[in-house]
């Protein structure tokens, strides 16, 4: 028989559930672990795995951080980090999985922490993970500014000749503004615009893998996908592409691409309290998200490597992905594959928002 842990805050003690044989089998878990059901359970299954993938979001970190790893390590870190390091982050989502299925609560990773190891580690988690969600929310909003500013400035002239950090800041202030207000609204809106956010990923991956398939005049070789070296750090191993200073620190660098994008998967945990059969489908929710993410990902940034080019005129403009589309493509085309990515920037972000505002939700409750 499976003893629980004491719920990290009030639980039970404070909110009593008199009678559990009248709860269905999400409300009697919940109430096991120490609460009442309190929000509506109008998540489906499919629902608790899109908010993750809408947050881990290949439309969002293979955009915006692709520089990052062109500049520590180039090619060779995107074609073969971003699977290598991919393994890595799915072990740690089985064991989250296995985690969230035990307990699914809001909480997530600090109630686990709380569980397993003591009020000490859950307080710190707690904070750790909620500074992690604004910081996220923030990182992903103001990506989402500044490609938009770009994508506008792909179609209008008059725009790129006006741009401003100001601008792109106002733009930023407004992205958060629309996250905000959208997450004030219901609970089941969330949910189906979450589902939306789904299939604008993966058809907008799709139409993008196709384009830079089929329009770009030439593609690099297989060889220099897969081989090729860039040391863009700022003069770090005097930009050397070799010596132990850029295997072990340099390329390394390079694989915070991958990092920073299948990151926020604990989402599915943060609105457990509110998925049907939540044991079950937000294990689910966490290792696919990362899985299929995982695999999309590799597919598009590959096309990004075989659209190249000018490899060192990418280097040249700071190894962003804007440099490549308007090298292969027209730039009404390379406009439209920005945009894109904008507006899946959009989704990620307000998903972004949901998971964090749960995850405060069951920290206060906590007190």
């Given at each position: 028989?499976?003893?629980?842990p004491?719920?990290?805050?009030?639980?039970?003690q404070?909110?009593?559930?008199?009678?559990?044989?009248?709860?269905?089998?999400?409300?009697?878990?919940?109430?096991e672990?120490?609460?009442?059901?309190?929000?509506?359970?109008?998540?489906?299954?499919?629902?608790?795995?899109?908010?993750?993938?809408?947050?881990i979001?290949?439309?969002?970190?293979?955009?915006?951080?692709f520089?990052?790893?062109w500049?520590?390590?180039?090619?060779?870190?995107?074609?073969?980090?971003?699977p290598?390091?991919?393994i890595f982050i799915l072990?740690?989502?089985?064991t989250?999985?296995?985690l969230?299925?035990?307990?699914?609560?809001?909480?997530?990773?600090?109630?686990w922490?709380?569980?397993?190891?003591?009020?000490?580690?859950?307080?710190?988690?707690?904070w750790?993970?909620?500074?992690?969600?604004w910081?996220?929310?923030?990182s992903?909003?103001?990506?989402?500014?500044?490609?938009?500013?770009?994508?506008?400035?792909?179609?209008?002239?008059?725009w790129?000749?006006?741009y401003?950090?100001?601008?792109?800041?106002?733009?930023?202030?407004?992205?958060?503004?629309a996250?905000?207000?959208?997450?004030?609204?219901?609970?089941?809106?969330?949910?189906?615009?979450?589902?939306?956010?789904?299939?604008?990923?993966?058809i907008?991956?799709?139409?993008?893998v196709?384009?830079?398939i089929?329009?770009?005049?030439?593609h690099?070789?297989?060889?220099?996908?897969?081989?090729?070296?860039?040391?863009?750090?700022?003069?770090?191993?005097?930009g050397?592409?070799?010596?132990?200073?850029?295997?072990l620190?340099?390329?390394?660098?390079?694989f915070?691409?991958?990092?920073y994008?299948?990151t926020?998967?604990?989402?599915?945990?943060?609105?457990s309290?509110?998925?049907?059969?939540?044991?079950?489908?937000?294990?689910k929710?966490?290792?696919?998200?990362?899985?299929?993410?995982?695999?999309?990902?590799?597919i598009l940034?590959?096309?990004?490597?075989?659209?190249?080019?000018?490899?060192?005129?990418?280097?040249?403009?700071?190894?962003?992905?804007?440099?490549?589309?308007?090298?292969?493509?027209?730039?009404?085309v390379?406009?439209?594959?920005?945009?894109?990515?904008t507006?899946?920037q959009?989704?990620?972000?307000m998903?972004?928002?949901t998971?964090c505002?749960?995850?405060?939700?069951?920290?206060?409750?906590?007190?």
């Open positions: 028989m499976r003893v629980d004491p719920p990290p805050g009030r639980g039970l404070e909110a009593p559930v008199a009678d559990t044989s009248k709860l269905n089998a999400d409300e009697q878990r919940l109430a672990l120490g609460y009442k059901q309190e929000l509506s359970r109008n998540w489906s299954g499919f629902s608790n795995f899109a908010i993750s993938f809408s947050i979001s290949i439309l969002a970190g293979c955009f915006t951080t520089g990052q790893a500049n520590n390590g180039g090619p060779i870190a995107i074609s073969i980090g971003w290598l390091i991919s072990i740690i989502g089985l989250m999985s296995e969230v299925s035990a307990y699914p609560t809001s909480g997530g990773i600090y109630w922490a709380c569980a397993l190891g003591g009020p000490k580690a859950g307080y710190y988690t707690g750790l993970n909620l500074i992690g969600l910081a996220v929310i923030a992903v909003s103001y990506g989402c500014a500044t490609f938009l500013d770009l994508s506008l400035s792909a179609f209008s002239e008059d790129a000749a006006g401003s950090l100001q601008r792109v800041f106002i733009i930023f202030i407004c992205v958060l503004a996250v905000s207000i959208l997450n004030i609204f219901s609970g089941a809106l969330m949910a189906m615009l979450n589902n939306v956010s789904v299939w604008w990923h993966v907008g991956a799709a139409v993008i196709i384009i830079l089929v329009l770009p005049p030439s690099m070789s297989v060889s220099d996908v897969f081989t090729m070296t860039v040391n863009n750090s700022g003069g770090l191993n005097g050397e592409t070799s010596g132990l200073l850029f295997w620190y340099v390329l390394p660098l390079g915070l691409l991958t990092q994008t299948i926020g998967f604990d989402a599915s945990a943060h609105v309290e509110e998925t049907q059969g939540a044991a079950d489908a937000a294990a929710g966490i290792w696919r998200s990362i899985f299929y993410s995982a695999i999309g990902g590799w940034l590959l096309t990004f490597l075989f659209a190249v080019q000018d490899p060192e005129a990418v280097t040249a403009g700071g190894g962003g992905v804007a440099v490549i589309f308007f090298q292969a493509l027209d730039a009404k390379a406009g439209a594959v920005l945009l894109i990515s507006i899946g959009f989704f990620c972000s998903s972004c928002m998971s505002s749960r995850m405060m939700f069951a920290f206060s409750r906590d007190g």
